[in-house]
């Protein structure tokens, strides 16, 4: 039941909006009871975070697999981030909802934890050390950490939501892998002298 729930929601969230749906519109499809829905999600943003946990779930996984025999610091990098791109072209409206939703956010905010965000981020970051420690960069990883998820986000969140129209369709997938390639060579020939102040994780500054 949680599973027809979950698939009705977010093909209803992607075609009529989050805003317009309701509890009794996912009661419909499935052919079931408001009342049997509220047995499992108190309420549609529940179900919204739910479907944006079960996103970080899959993504991890992908980004974990994708770093399966790779050894070089480069590679890996560049795995992890192809893995990510991937993942948000196989599953837009998933994408969506994990990153550019206002109403996940709030819920995100609310509850001053982001558990599955910090265990993608924490990949990301880790493999990110490695890469600068390989290269004897004096970067500071949280900040390099961070431009290359902007960096990627940005890509592919540009795709997803339509803002890439002048170019064709099929093209775009290419362009965005040669986009992070580029990105990849200026993090390698960047000088190593280039400095930040030290930042703590954006994790820690969550309230407790």
């Known amino acids: 039941?949680?599973?027809?729930?979950?698939?009705?929601?977010?093909?209803?969230?992607?075609?009529?909006?989050f805003e317009r749906t309701t509890m009794?519109?996912?009661?419909?499809?499935?052919?079931?009871?408001?009342?049997?829905?509220?047995?499992?999600?108190k309420d549609k943003s529940e179900i919204l975070y739910a479907l944006h946990v079960r996103g970080f779930e899959e993504l991890?996984?992908?980004?974990?697999?994708?770093?399966?025999?790779?050894?070089a610091?480069?590679?890996?990098?560049?795995?992890?981030?192809?893995?990510?791109?991937?993942?948000?072209?196989?599953n837009p409206i998933?994408?969506?909802?994990?990153?550019?939703?206002?109403t996940t956010a709030k819920k995100i905010l609310a509850d001053?934890?982001?558990?599955?965000?910090?265990r993608a981020y924490g990949l990301l970051r880790n493999e990110v050390r490695g890469f600068l420690e390989h290269h004897h960069s004096t970067v500071d990883p949280e900040v390099a950490t961070f431009t290359c998820w902007s960096t990627v986000h940005g890509m592919v969140a540009l795709v997803i939501r339509d803002r890439c129209i002048f170019f064709p369709t099929e093209a775009l997938p290419a362009i965005v892998d040669a986009a992070f390639?580029?990105?990849?060579?200026?993090?390698?020939?960047?000088?190593?002298?280039?400095?930040?102040?030290?930042?703590?994780?954006?994790?820690?500054?969550?309230?407790?």
Request: aromatic letters at 12%; one cysteine or more.
């Open 1 to 17: 039941m949680r599973e027809l729930i979950l698939a009705a929601a977010l093909r209803l969230f992607a075609e009529e909006s």
């Open 24 to 41: 009794r519109r996912i009661a419909e499809v499935i052919e079931y009871t408001p009342g049997t829905i509220y047995g499992y999600f």
């Open 60 to 71: 991890v996984a992908r980004m974990e697999a994708a770093l399966v025999g790779v050894t």
């Open 73 to 90: 610091p480069g590679e890996r990098l560049g795995a992890l981030g192809r893995a990510y791109i991937r993942f948000a072209f196989d």
């Open 94 to 102: 998933q994408y969506d909802l994990m990153f550019l939703s206002k």
């Open 112 to 118: 001053a934890e982001w558990d599955c965000g910090e």
């Open 181 to 208: 390639q580029q990105y990849l060579t200026m993090m390698t020939t960047a000088a190593p002298a280039l400095t930040h102040p030290p930042v703590s994780s954006p994790f820690q500054a969550l309230p407790s």
